[in-house]
């Protein structure tokens, strides 16, 4: 197997195949979500669509999300009357019937059931108020950072990542970063690859991803990257400059254990085991366990 | 992989895990936040050369000789609830602290904490996950699986038992004629002295105060 028929099949284990049960899942609890802020905000009429990873075309197994938009109309008061009354009123909607984790601008829903407390449901709300009647472009609340507000465009985003020429280079450049714990904001990271490799886009996978590494280990703070929804606007080189470091330094020493030890050493080998053989090696690994640590609990 | 030297600045002390995890775990990246570091990334159930699972982790390492190192997996794959033993804040709980630190500086690096009781934590999550009994008794929660893990450290069992012998395990010396631990009746010289003597030397007073607290309040960190 060559470099980039491995990377191909690490892409292939990644894949999340429709009839998963994570995606039922993840179906399910979407209908969820919907008819309860239907329910709930019912005067104000909001848009509600779905994006997230699934629909960019960069979803990993290892970590998938499905971004659920909640737009109101440019006129509506009644959801609230500032954006962040809007994404205060949301989270206080949602929480009636899940744990809501305040992202900067999305709201992640995690279980709330007493049996499965706090698991993740990959889902993210994001609140908004449309800016006009056209009901493309919207604003968005910011709890962090010095603006309050951003304004985007969710087809655009969406589109300008699926019709980017790199899906698979952003794939496996997540991976990295989930795998590494780099704390960068996927979608900044996303523009930052797109950017970094637009006159890569014929390159093998293999000089992409390491056209991307080098860049980010040898330049010295983040390169001004455009929000397509914002040209002129939105500043992604703050999200970027704060995680540029441990970005820069990851990099580095990627592309040396490349260099020393090839690609196997950065993404692994790719297993395909059926679950019940998986569980058998579980079983015998923790049969090999000699002082095995008993977990306990410390409080409710 | 050496153990600690004492008063590091945490960038250099960084450096030295990012160092002493590229052996083994090169996917995690360290990191420093004011005096506190962080080790993140996915955390790989290894065995015999295969990962059988992966974790998204954090960890906020600790060198202390009082404190252990906190674990959190953020992935959101295992639930906040005690039969997982997680805390409600997200606290993965692998041991009763006390185990950890009485461990010698030798064997309480980040490969030990790593290939010890977060690889034997991960396990024991994955199995559970996969509808499986679990491979080895947890503690029981609270106070109850304290007082088991003091037991099984000091080689006696009961509640007053523990304590008491952990009080004097807290002095600076045993006095012979104090009333023996184990509730003979009879003086620690013509009971157990010789016991409690052996365990003076391998439990630090330091420990033995901070089990005798968490007697009292498990939620202490
Ligand atoms: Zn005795």
Known sequence: ????????????????????????????????????LRKHF???????????SRAKGTLIREYYDLDAICYFPHDDTAAG?????????????????????RKTSALRLKSRDPQSFAKDFHIDVVPGRFTD???????????????????????VHIEHVNESGVLDAIRLLKLWKVRRGLRVKQFAFELLIIHLLAKKKNSPLSDQLQ????????????????????????DLTSLLKAEWASLSTTAGSTLATIQSSGWESVFGKVEEKTSAQKVAVLRSAAAAVTVPTRPWLPEV | MKARAP?????ARAKELQNDLGLKYPDFTVCCTGAKIYIRGAFPVLHEGTVLDRYQIEIEWSDSDTEVPLLRETGGR???????HMSRGGMACLFVPEEWLLRSREEKTVIHYLDGPVRNYFLWQSLYDRGESPPWKDRAHFAPGLLEAYGEMVGMEGESTVRCCLEYLSKEQIKGHWPCPCGSGKRTRDCHLTHMRELQSKIPRYIALSALARLTNPTIK
């Not at chain 1, 809007?86 to 984790?101: F, P, R």
């Not at chain 1, 950072?145 to 969710?154: V, W």
């Not at chain 1, 590494?213 to 002129?232: C, G, Q, Y």
């Open chain 1, 211 to 234: 056209h991307v590494w080098t860049e980010l280990r040898d330049r010295s703070e983040a390169p001004a990257v455009a929000d397509p929804a914002n040209p002129t606007g939105n």
């Open chain 2, 78 to 84: 295992i639930p906040w609830i005690a039969d997982r």
């Open chain 1, 133 to 155: 009647d056209k009901k493309a472009d919207a604003f968005i609340y910011q709890n962090a950072g010095d603006k309050k507000r951003l304004k985007t465009n969710f087809d």
């Open chain 2, 7 to 11: 008063k590091i600045a945490p960038e």
């Open chain 1, 81 to 101: 009357e500032t954006l962040e009354d809007i994404y205060n009123n949301v989270e206080k909607a949602l929480s009636t019937t899940y744990y809501v984790d």
């Open chain 1, 42 to 52: 019912a005067a104000s009429s909001p848009t509600i669509r779905y994006g997230g």
């Open chain 1, 1 to 36: 197997m060559n470099t980039n028929e491995y990377l191909q099949s690490v892409l292939k284990s990644q894949d999340l195949p429709d009839d998963s049960d994570e995606l039922k899942e993840l179906q399910s609890h979407r209908k969820d979500v919907e008819a309860l």
